[in-house]
């Protein structure tokens, strides 16, 4: 408990920063993030997020922030913004509706279930990790546009234009940014052999101008969404990695289309959770955790106790069982969402748990479904003054994605082909293990863990959150909720709060290294789980806003990065 206070009072002093976004409008408080009265955005980026409120200033909506957030994410957060990427988004308008929109990168049409096989059929994660063969059609430009043109109110040049500024004008290395860079720069140099923009040393404090990221979006802004999947940007890029050894072709691009999807929508308690469908495992894992949780008295418990995280891990195994098995793009394999989701199923796969022994994870298949036979990211939040709220996460799926860096378009590209099952039963770069239902195919998408979720109290929109971070992406988000909900926490407590996750495969629970008592620790120990702190590794990113009582909004940005909310 010493150490949970400890790391509160930190992150009050993290939270700090939030104050120089404070105006008439906004306040701050020892323990909460900043609180705004009429819209926010909480973004892994200062100017981010800043840009994002200016477009709302000017009368535009979450959709329009949207657009601006992610353009701005591209320019600042190369780590894990790019117009080389993929994402999800989650809405919820001020009438109440829903909806998803998926635009995950999809497989090449050249695309094959074995291409990242060796000779002696082992997977070759050199190829599907690193270069232009690991890269997959990339939905970002077509999912800002596709939200832009159903709900966005603002001229796209008008939405635009402060990105292109700041592309131009540069932004300022952060520390962590000076450490990302540093630790990247011989993969980054070794996979494009040269010395690109961002492999060339740049120290905490520097400027870094990106003029031709600017070109593209001054493109993008001149001939729209056509700009990048049919117009000169998709030739150069197309040329571009076809000379890096890609298979990628102009009618891969030209094919591109974000989808709408209906979110997975389930209740937890009194709370109404609206959360991604596939392609995403998100939604449903979350929902099956959620159910199989709900019966156990986690407030009795305590906050990260033994109990409350053996009930937890319990239930991420058996969840993650299932995601190997039955996940995959909906528009190739029919996902049992209805059973899977099933109060009656999730009760039962948790029958054969007791608090006195851990279930080896070698013990546990993917449930029995009738009829049926699987870091880097980022994630922003937003909320108008309209009442409108939307949760997206987007992804390069590797820190700087395949780390191939399109010099003459300003970007980085993804490596999420490295997301399908590349052989059945061999993890991909999160450990994860898939089947057949996540296998390669031509113009498939591949299973994703991000989770954009909004949660609903009252009917009322209550809560918008999601976080990078892979497989941890779904267990952060469930984190998260919880330590609102059932344990009191504000927003911002809740997104520094220590955390812990369990995937099935490896059958280790990793914990944040000395945040959790030693006893706490021996005791699961002693019950047979296999702990894992030494992985010195962050869980999660979370970004989050939270509608207090009086109406007002609360940010949570997390410490963990250089994340930051901005209101008004
Ligand atoms: N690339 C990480 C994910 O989509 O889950």
Redesign the pocket.
């Known amino acids: 408990m010493k150490k949970f206070i400890l790391l509160i009072l930190l992150c009050s002093c993290f939270s700090c920063k939030t104050e120089i976004r404070q105006s008439a409008s906004t306040t701050v408080s020892p323990t909460r993030g900043l609180i705004a009265e009429n819209a926010m955005v909480v973004s892994a980026r200062e100017e981010a997020s800043m840009i994002g409120l200016e477009i709302m200033k000017e009368g535009g909506n979450a959709f329009d922030a949207m657009m601006a957030t992610e353009m701005a994410l591209a320019v600042t957060f190369p780590f894990a913004g790019s117009l080389g990427g993929?994402g999800f988004m989650v809405y919820r308008k001020a009438d109440g509706e829903t909806g998803a929109l998926d635009y995950?990168e999809k497989a090449p049409l050249a695309a094959t279930k074995n291409m990242y096989l060796d000779g002696s059929g082992n997977v070759d994660t050199k190829k599907s990790r690193f270069g232009a063969l690991a890269v997959g059609v990339p939905g970002n430009i077509a999912g800002s546009f596709e939200a832009h043109a159903r709900f966005g109110s603002l001229p796209v040049e008008q939405v635009l234009q402060p990105v292109i500024d700041l592309a131009k004008k540069g932004f300022v290395v952060s520390a962590k940014q000076e450490q990302s860079f540093n630790a990247y720069r011989r993969q980054m140099l070794e996979i494009n052999n040269d010395t690109i923009l961002f492999a060339r040393v740049h120290r905490a404090g520097d400027t870094i101008r990106n003029l031709a990221l600017a070109k593209t979006l001054e493109r993008i802004v001149k001939n729209g969404r056509s700009e990048f999947y049919s117009g000169e940007t998709a030739q150069k890029l197309v040329s571009f990695l076809q000379e890096s050894g890609g298979i990628i072709t102009l009618e891969d691009l030209e094919m591109y289309k974000a989808q709408w999807r209906e979110p997975v929508t389930f209740s937890y308690k009194d709370l109404k959770i609206i959360s991604m469908s596939p392609p995403?495992?998100?939604g449903i894992a979350l929902a099956q955790i959620m159910k199989m949780i709900e019966p156990y008295p986690l407030q009795d418990y305590g906050h990260n106790s033994s109990k409350y995280i053996q009930v937890l891990t319990e239930a991420e195994r058996r969840a993650y069982a299932d995601r190997s098995q039955y996940l995959g793009d909906p528009d190739f394999v029919e996902i049992p969402t209805f059973q899977l989701t099933s109060v009656e199923y999730l009760h039962n796969r948790m029958d054969n748990f007791n608090f006195e022994k851990a279930t080896p994870s070698s013990e546990l298949n993917p449930g029995s479904i009738p009829g049926f036979e699987s870091?880097?990211?980022t994630h922003y939040s937003i909320v108008d003054s309209y009442g409108n709220a939307i949760a997206v996460?987007t992804?390069?799926?590797?820190a700087y994605g395949s780390k191939l860096y399109a010099e003459e378009l300003g970007f980085f590209l993804?490596n999420?082909m490295?997301?399908f099952s590349a052989k059945p039963g061999v993890p991909n770069m999160?450990g994860?293990i898939g089947g057949e239902a996540n296998a390669i195919a031509p113009q498939k998408r591949?299973?994703?863990?991000?989770t954009p979720t909004l949660v609903e109290r009252d009917d009322h929109f209550w809560m918008s959150l999601g976080s990078?971070?892979?497989?941890t992406?779904i267990t952060s988000v469930l984190q998260t909720i919880l330590n609102v909900y059932e344990f009191d926490m504000t927003m911002q407590q809740a997104v520094d709060a220590p955390r812990f996750h369990h995937q099935w495969l490896p059958d280790e629970v990793l914990f944040e290294p000395a945040a959790f008592e030693t006893s706490i620790l021996n005791n699961l120990k002693s019950k047979g789980y296999h702990i894992n702190e030494g992985q010195s590794r962050i869980l999660g990113k979370v970004d989050a806003i939270l509608r207090l009582e009086n109406g007002s909004l609360e940010g949570g940005a997390d410490h963990r990065g250089d994340d930051t909310a901005a209101g008004f």
């Not at 992804?395 to 590797?398: D, E, F, I, R, V």
């Open positions: 993929g995950r995403s495992s998100g870091n880097e990211t996460t992804t390069l799926n590797g993804n999420e490295d997301d999160f994860l591949m299973l994703s863990s991000m990078p971070g892979g497989s992406i």
